[in-house]
T-cell receptor, first 114, second 113 residues
């Protein structure tokens, strides 16, 4: 059963702690993406990676970091520098190339920082 | 800077009616316009998509209308059903931009019996 898994579904942290969100895909996709979703603001791109060992900042990368050591995995770390980390985080993947279009999304992780 | 403007923010439609959601953009470098459907607590799923060389695309009860000169596109849901109740996002991709999508702010659709 191919797809994208994100774990955990719910995550709670205290302010000042770093937290890492997991994203794994078995679709054999080269490209992976992290989005943040807040009520009334749609999805905003945090980071994306088109190939292993390479990634680029999206529109709201400040306070976040990523790594792409394996094709299947693209973990996101929310650092203590992120001023408003409470949000719904979505991971996505797609094939890579000029004709690629569809991004497939995981089920998301809801992070609450208090 | 919001590059894709979506309206309305919320929409209530009677069962069997037509739901219409609109999006507008400014960047003429966009070359792909998908619509995503999202149910509460779930990730978005691609519903239908269009390229700017086509004025309309229909898949079942879902139709995208695209007006290149006006830089607008819309989603029409015919014969709306309670199961269509979800949040809908339009998006756009910049040609050569690494398949990055810019999303609208979403429309929460409720279809009432």
């Amino acid at each position: 059963d191919g797809g994208i898994t994100q774990s955990p579904k719910y995550l709670f942290r205290k302010e000042g702690q770093n937290v890492t969100l997991s994203c794994e895909q078995n679709l054999n996709h080269d490209a992976m993406y992290w989005y943040r979703q807040d009520p009334g603001q749609g999805l905003r791109l945090i980071y994306y990676s088109q190939i292993v060992n390479d990634f680029q900042k999206g529109d709201i990368a400040e306070g976040y970091s990523v790594s792409r050591e394996k094709k299947e995995s693209f973990p996101l770390t929310v650092t203590s520098a992120q001023k408003n980390p409470t949000a719904f985080y979505l991971c996505a993947s797609s094939t890579s190339g000029t004709l690629t279009y569809e991004q497939y999304f995981g089920p998301g992780t809801r992070l609450t920082v208090t | 800077q919001q590059q894709v403007k979506q309206s309305p923010q919320s929409l209530i439609v009677q069962k069997g009616g037509i739901s219409i959601i609109n999006c507008a953009y400014e960047n003429t470098a966009f070359d792909y316009f998908p619509w995503y459907q999202q149910f509460p607590g779930k990730g978005p799923a691609l519903l239908i998509a269009i390229r700017p060389d086509v004025s309309e695309k229909k898949e079942g009860r879902f139709t995208i209308s695209f007006n290149k000169s006006a830089k607008q596109f819309s989603l029409h849901i015919m014969d709306s059903q309670p199961g269509d109740s979800a949040t809908y996002f339009c998006a756009a991709r910049v040609m050569g931009g690494g398949n990055k999508l810019t999303f609208g702010t979403g429309t929460q659709l409720k279809v009432e019996l």
